[in-house]
T-cell receptor, first 111, second 113 residues
Framework: QKEVEQDPGPLSVPEGAIVSLNCTYS??????FMWYRQYSRKGPELLMY????GNKEDGRFTAQVDKSSKYISLFIRDSQPSDSATYLC???????????FGTGTQLKVEL | DAGITQSPRYKITETGRQVTLMCHQT?????MFWYRQDLGHGLRLIYY???????DKGEVPDGYVVSRSKTENFPLTLESATRSQTSVYFC????????????FGPGTRLTVT
């Protein structure tokens, strides 16, 4: 079993929909959680960064961490065709440790 | 331009050849990383460096060599390329450490024939 699990999709939604992307993990030591967006043939771009549990909002994006359930989510409100990309979750215990990535969820927002 | 750059962006080489992928960052970040990204495997760490002259193996280091003589550069060398090393390679850097936010370059698409 992988340390971080992420549904690969593809997930197809109509423009304006609320999108929910999720990752589950098994390592209870994880404290730092990130979401990356990767457009086709581009490098991953850091989208959201949270520490420990709770919510963080940035414009149309909300990152949620539930450490008791070992579950993190990224919500996208009023989704746009420009949100079509692969979304990668990443996490770590912090310090000198390395990031553990999910394999990514492919999202397509259709007109 | 500020940021992290990689060169070349595309490379085709033959089995057995030595290939070097370049990575340069202008942020003076201490940490730098090399990943490969393959379908079904996601991003896998090859090597990382915590500072100039300090490097360490990641998850899939076999067949690769790195060096870091200057903070801003972190070249990755495939000593004798194999077809299994056909992949997209990403360099990343971090100010705060390996377990914190990392910033990625645009990638190098390498094909070994």
């Amino acid at each position: 079993q992988k340390e971080v699990e992420q549904d690969p999709g593809p997930l197809s939604v109509p423009e304006g929909a609320i999108v929910s992307l999720n990752c589950t993990y098994s390592n209870s030591a994880f404290q730092y959680f990130m979401w990356y967006r990767q457009y086709s043939r581009k490098g991953p771009e850091l989208l959201m960064y949270t520490y420990s549990s709770g919510n963080k909002e940035d414009g149309r994006f909300t990152a949620q961490v539930d450490k008791s359930s070992k579950y993190i989510s990224l919500f996208i409100r009023d989704s746009q065709p420009s949100d079509s990309a692969t979304y990668l979750c990443a996490m770590s215990p912090g310090g000198g440790n390395k990031l553990t990535f999910g394999t990514g969820t492919q999202l397509k927002v259709e007109l | 331009d500020a940021g992290i750059t990689q060169s070349p962006r595309y490379k085709i080489t033959e089995t057995g050849r030595q290939v070097t992928l370049m990575c340069h960052q202008t942020w003076s970040h201490s940490y730098m990383f090399w990943y490969r990204q393959d379908l079904g495997h996601g991003l896998r760490l090859i090597y990382y460096s915590a500072a100039a002259d300090i490097t360490d193996k990641g998850e899939v280091p076999d067949g690769y060599v790195v060096s870091r003589s200057k903070t801003e550069n972190f070249p990755l060398t495939l000593e004798s390329a194999t077809r299994s090393q056909t992949s997209v390679y990403f360099c990343a850097s971090s100010e705060s450490g390996g377990g914190r936010e990392q910033y990625f370059g645009p990638g190098t698409r390498l094909t070994v024939t």
